[in-house]
């Protein structure tokens, strides 16, 4: 399995992504992924990118459309753990705005209300 979920405390759900590259091969199976993962009222999601060396737009998009379908439910999601080329990526598209994003898997934890 590519992705890995598990249930933390205050019904968080961390979302681990087990590829080194995500790209046009799992964006619609993270897509789909994320979606069945935060159907319910309120999701609050973390994503944990540790695994993640390199990341394509369309992954990206994924993420994006994750972000506006767990909002649309009232929930919250925020990344942790990203490369730091991956994180330049972020930068350069200003997605650091938009995303949560924590150092680590406490850190986002703490930025979910």
Do not use: C, W
């Not at 992504?17 to 799992?26: D, H, S």
């Amino acid at each position: 399995m590519n992705f890995r979920k598990q249930v933390l405390e205050n019904g968080i759900v961390l979302i681990t992504v087990e590829i080194a590259e995500a790209g046009l091969n799992y964006s619609e199976q993270f897509k789909a992924f994320l979606n069945e993962n935060s159907n319910q009222d309120n999701p609050k999601l973390i994503i944990d990118l540790a695994k993640v060396e390199y990341m394509d737009s369309s992954f990206i998009g994924a993420l994006v459309a994750g972000l506006k379908h767990v909002l649309s439910h009232n929930g919250e999601m925020a990344l942790a753990n990203i490369q730091k080329d991956v994180n330049a990526l972020f930068e350069l598209t200003r997605l650091d705005k938009v995303f949560k994003i924590a150092d680590s898997i406490n850190d986002a934890i703490s930025q979910l209300k």
